[in-house]
């Protein structure tokens, strides 16, 4: 069987997401009790896990202050969950994912679901609706709206970020725009080959970049070798210019 030019980049990304998002998950599940937990486990499904995959994972690239089925308050004091919840400081930005078939032939829930959006907006959440339909069929689209709304939160959580540490070089961020250009996925040998430096310090800034989170290393075989490095990190990120 022939694989794509970019099938390993490409495996590489879907590897690194799966990764992260089962520790993401475990996390959650293990420290949550009770009908927190039941929501979880009950609500985290097939449209949820489409979206973190094919829009948030590219977008951000990191599930940090991210949270799944998370309980807030409706206007009844009554608990409800919310698909995705984002919280950058004093900020909530509340995701949800929408299937005609659970929503929109349910007169009273679609009623109910848009009540709950605009109490939360009330108390200074925001609230975006997302068409599963949609998501299927044109996520690049989805992906493509939300850059634009979670611009200037994801500038201003990386500014948060880059404050308590050093400042990047040029070679680092040479290397972590040449990683979201290769689908997050770097190649020491084809780095040093496309910016014009030598391997080893193509190495030396990768392992760098691993210790400042901004990267992972991949290992491979019973020598785990490192064989390549993953961006880790918003692609709005100001660490990048």
């Known amino acids: 069987m022939r694989f794509p030019n970019n099938y390993e980049k490409v495996r ?3 590897m690194g ?9 475990k996390d959650h599940l ?24 094919w829009v948030w994972w590219p977008l951000v690239g990191h599930f940090h202050k991210l949270h799944p089925e998370y309980e807030v308050k409706d206007w ?3 608990s409800y969950f919310v698909d995705f919840m984002w919280v950058v400081g004093s900020i909530r ?11 929109g032939t349910d007169r009273t829930k679609y009623r109910m679901d848009l009540n709950r959006g605009l109490f939360l907006q009330a108390q200074d959440c925001a609230i975006y609706y997302i068409s599963l339909d949609e998501l299927k069929e ?28 050093k400042s990047f070089s ?11 250009r290769h689908n997050r996925v770097i190649r020491p040998t084809e780095a040093a080959r496309e910016l014009e430096l030598y391997t080893m310090t193509v190495i030396k800034y990768c392992r760098i970049l691993v210790e400042k989170g901004k990267f992972r290393a991949v290992a491979r075989g019973v020598s785990q070798r ?7 990190g918003s692609i709005q990120s100001p660490d990048l210019v």
């Open 170 to 180: 040029k070679i680092e961020r040479d290397l972590m725009r040449a990683a979201i």
């Open 12 to 14: 590489g990304q879907a």
């Open 76 to 78: 009844r004091g009554r």
């Open 138 to 165: 044109n996520p690049s689209f989805i992906l493509s709206a939300l850059r634009s709304i979670l611009s200037p939160y994801l500038s201003a959580e990386g500014g948060a970020i880059r404050t308590s540490r």
């Open 226 to 232: 490192v064989i390549y490095y993953e961006y880790v």
């Open 30 to 53: 293990k420290r949550r009790r009770g009908e927190r937990l039941d929501a979880l486990k009950r609500g985290h499904g097939y449209g949820n896990r489409l979206f973190i995959e």
């Open 93 to 103: 930005i509340g995701i949800e994912v929408m299937d005609f078939g659970s929503h």
């Open 17 to 25: 997401f799966q990764i992260e998002q089962d520790r993401w998950i």
